[in-house]
């Protein structure tokens, strides 16, 4: 799909994407840790509040200590106390508990005896004389040690913040006075409204949860699970929603004047604003990463716009080689990939304009080459059809020496009969021998001609293999020119297929020439063997006449020995039978001689018209590939004319 694109759109796109990618994983991870710093703030917050209450409570039960000691210190009361006189006491100090129960909340105010009998109660004057040695250990732990002690603990009147202080009289100890403040539903009803949170207090008793006191309701906030493992002394968060309000919950264990584990105190505050701060701080991150996102993409479209300009310059100089014309150069500023792309650009126009011109060159080169071939082979087709003649010409004087030497032969056989009977006769075969000699001679001189016309043609031969050496030479050189035209096509990419098209062609065309070279070589060699042969048939021709004449003259002596003496004719017409009769074989021989050089003049001249048609092939061949360059422009004239000029087709031509 992003091929299909422009290039600054998959820009666009990628740096879109990855402005968004950065922006929601830092978000993402900003908003976690925040997230993470508000759940770390209302831990702070609960742990504080819980602090807090536990301060209360201290604040409280060391009150509540401090009136026990302010009370036990007062001599008029040890005095009575040791006098066992409580009516006295619960009068006296009445008045002043019924004060502090009012306005500072105080609920108990005792006094107890070893070990924690009850003597008097202002809260309950009633009531006294009660053991509570088993379950107000704080009251047994105070009479027993002769220390103050203070801390949360449950009595007859249910679980109070209590602080004690051992009595003595002349120091003697009487027993311990105790205060008890107000540690019920309005001191967390207290605590709420100083602090503006929930607040409970859960006690734990044989694994049961009961709740003490609550300000949110019967029940915890959290599930007794929980409630147990905070007790167990692992503090436990939470985050719950009472009435449609969002609330962090957090609890603590507590533990009496002891320290032995009491229940829970139960925190919850409502966490609203730390909702509002999250969200505000979410919505800041959406606004932000879309300002950034924004910011960042018009910043990727004018760094995009500014590479697809300069990208569009590169393709520009590219399409303009592809198109032909390398003579403006290629140039782009700065220093930057495309910069350098432009630079290899430019060097590949340089070296592909110096590679057309070379090839322009050698094409023109190869032009002049094929046309002199051409003549050349012309040439020799003329002296080979003028050769073809001559030997056609022989061959007939020959057919007819051979005739002549066989009506010879029978004339001969005549004479031996005749030969005593007649020297008119033999004046007759003198006159016949001597014309005879003649035609000899003449045959002679005609097969020495012959002889040099052959020897002449094999060196025509020989300068036709050198040609033909030329024309591989050049059909090499131009296969290496078309191998490395073709190895810079293929390293300009899509710039070079047209070329790397026309230096296939040209390759083709060399091997075509190759080919039709080494075919002619071949029937060039086999004429030379033919014409060797020839010269050997010749020399025996030669050698066959020489003899004729030689019998010839023989015989003219014979014939004139014959006039003078008829006894010798016999014998002598039987030797010129006997040499006629080589003369028509050595004639015979000639004939087929100048048959075989007539086959094979015949082969040369095919061959040479072969020659002369590969040389035309090389003529158009190289006339297609002057057009073919001639569609580059390699300086500024060219491109001048170029554009005036209308466009050349070019036709692959097809080797003869």
Do not use: C
Request: glycine residues 6%.
């Amino acid at each position: 799909m992003f091929t299909n694109l422009r290039l600054w759109v998959n820009y666009m796109i990628g740096a879109g994407a990855a402005i968004l990618l950065a922006v929601s994983v830092l978000s993402y991870f900003n908003l976690r840790a925040l997230d993470a710093l508000t759940l770390e703030a209302e831990h702070t917050e609960l742990r504080q509040h819980v602090a807090a209450m536990r301060l209360d409570v201290a604040a409280e039960t060391r009150l509540a200590e401090a009136l026990s000691a302010l009370v036990a210190t007062i001599p008029e009361v040890q005095q009575r106390f040791a006098a066992g006189d409580r009516d006295w006491l619960r009068t006296q100090l009445l008045p002043p508990y019924a004060k502090l129960s009012q306005e500072y909340g105080t609920v108990q105010f005792q006094f107890h005896t070893p070990p924690a009998t009850s003597f008097l109660r202002l809260h309950q004057p009633e009531k006294f004389g009660d053991d509570l040695a088993s379950f107000r250990h704080s009251v047994v732990d105070t009479n027993t040690r002769l220390q103050p002690n203070r801390g949360l603990e449950s009595g007859v009147a249910g679980l109070g913040a209590r602080g004690m202080v051992p009595v003595f009289n002349q120091e003697q100890h009487l027993g311990s006075v105790e205060f008890g403040l107000n540690f019920g539903p309005a001191f967390f009803e207290a605590f709420k409204q100083r602090h503006s949170v929930e607040a409970a207090l859960h006690l734990i008793r044989d694994g049961r949860i009961a709740t003490f006191a609550s300000t949110a309701g019967e029940r915890p906030l959290l599930d007794d699970a929980v409630i147990l493992t905070a007790a167990a002394g692992t503090p436990q968060y939470a985050q719950r929603e009472l009435g449609g309000r969002p609330l962090a919950v957090y609890v603590e264990a507590i533990q009496d004047y002891a320290g032995q584990p009491l229940g829970v105190i139960e925190v919850a505050m409502d966490r609203t604003h730390y909702t509002l701060i999250w969200q505000l701080a979410l919505q800041q991150a959406i606004w932000i990463g879309a300002l950034v996102l924004l910011s960042g993409l018009l910043l990727a479209l004018f760094s995009a716009r500014v590479l697809a300009r300069r990208i569009q310059q590169v393709t520009e100089s590219v399409n303009r080689v592809a198109a032909g014309n390398l003579a403006r150069e290629i140039t782009l500023n700065g220093r930057d990939e495309l910069a350098e792309l432009a630079e290899a650009t430019e060097r590949m126009r340089r070296h592909l304009r110096d590679l057309v011109a070379e090839v322009e060159h050698n094409a023109q080169s190869v032009h002049e080459a094929a046309r002199q071939i051409a003549q050349a082979v012309d040439s020799q087709a003329a002296t080979s059809s003028e050769m073809s003649s001559s030997v056609a010409e022989i061959t007939s004087t020959m057919e007819e020496l051979s005739s002549s030497s066989a009506q010879i032969a029978e004339y001969s056989g005549s004479v031996v009969e005749i030969a005593h009977r007649t020297y008119d006769g033999s004046r007759q075969g003198e006159e016949s021998m001597r014309h005879l000699v003649d035609k000899m001679e003449e045959i002679r001189h005609d097969n020495q001609i012959s002889l040099r016309e052959i020897v002449d043609l094999g060196g025509k031969s020989k300068e036709i293999t050198r040609i033909m050496e030329i024309i591989d030479t050049v059909a090499d050189q131009t296969k290496l020119i078309a191998f490395n035209a073709a190895l810079e096509a293929s390293s300009a990419g899509e710039a070079g297929k047209r070329f790397g098209v026309v230096a296939a062609e040209i390759r083709r065309l060399a091997d075509s020439v190759s080919e039709s070279t080494a075919e002619i070589a071949h029937k060039i060699g086999e004429i030379q063997e033919t014409i060797g042969r020839l010269v050997i048939t010749s020399e025996k021709g030669s050698v066959g006449i020489e003899q004729g004449l030689d019998a010839s003259a023989h015989t003219a002596d014979f014939l004139h020995e014959l006039v003078q003496t008829a006894s010798e004719t016999t014998s002598s017409a039987q030797q010129i039978s006997l040499s006629t009769q080589q003369q028509r074989t050595a004639s015979n021989q000639v004939v087929v001689a100048l048959k075989e050089i007539v086959t094979a003049s015949a082969d040369t001249a095919d061959s040479v018209r072969r020659i002369s048609l590969v040389a035309q092939s090389m003529i158009q061949l190289s006339t297609t590939l002057n057009s073919q360059v001639e569609r580059f422009v390699l300086d500024e004239t060219t491109e001048a004319a170029s554009r005036h000029a209308p466009p050349n087709p070019v036709t692959p031509s097809t080797p003869a």
